[in-house]
């Protein structure tokens, strides 16, 4: 779960980067998506999964926020796809 954890707070900090102009394009997507597959990833291991429960729970366990990153878990694609 740590794994996650780092992942959701990591993914915030890109999509704050790239809304800031901080990172390329090509940076922020190439960083975006590996960030996106390692989630999946993780949450394909079914004791993985069952102790994450859903996002908004993992969240509430660990007191956290992060709305940029939660956008982004939620659509599973980088902003450069989706618009």
Same mark, same amino acid.
């Given at each position: ?18 809304? +800031? ?8 997507? @190439? /960083?975006?998506?590996? %960030?996106? &597959?390692?989630?999946? =990833? ?16 993992? +969240? ?8 940029? @990153? /939660?956008?982004?878990? %939620?659509? &599973?694609?980088?902003? =450069?796809?989706?618009?």
């Amino acid at each position: 779960l740590a794994k996650i954890f780092s992942i959701i707070v990591t993914l915030d900090y890109v999509e704050k980067a790239f809304v +800031k102009d901080v990172i390329t394009q090509g940076e922020y997507t @190439a /960083t975006c998506s590996r %960030l996106l &597959g390692q989630y999946k =990833t993780i949450l394909k291991n079914e004791s993985v999964r069952e102790a994450f429960g859903d996002l908004e729970r993992f +969240k509430r366990e660990f007191d956290m926020s992060y709305p940029s @990153a /939660t956008s982004r878990l %939620l659509t &599973g694609l980088p902003a =450069t796809y989706e618009h």
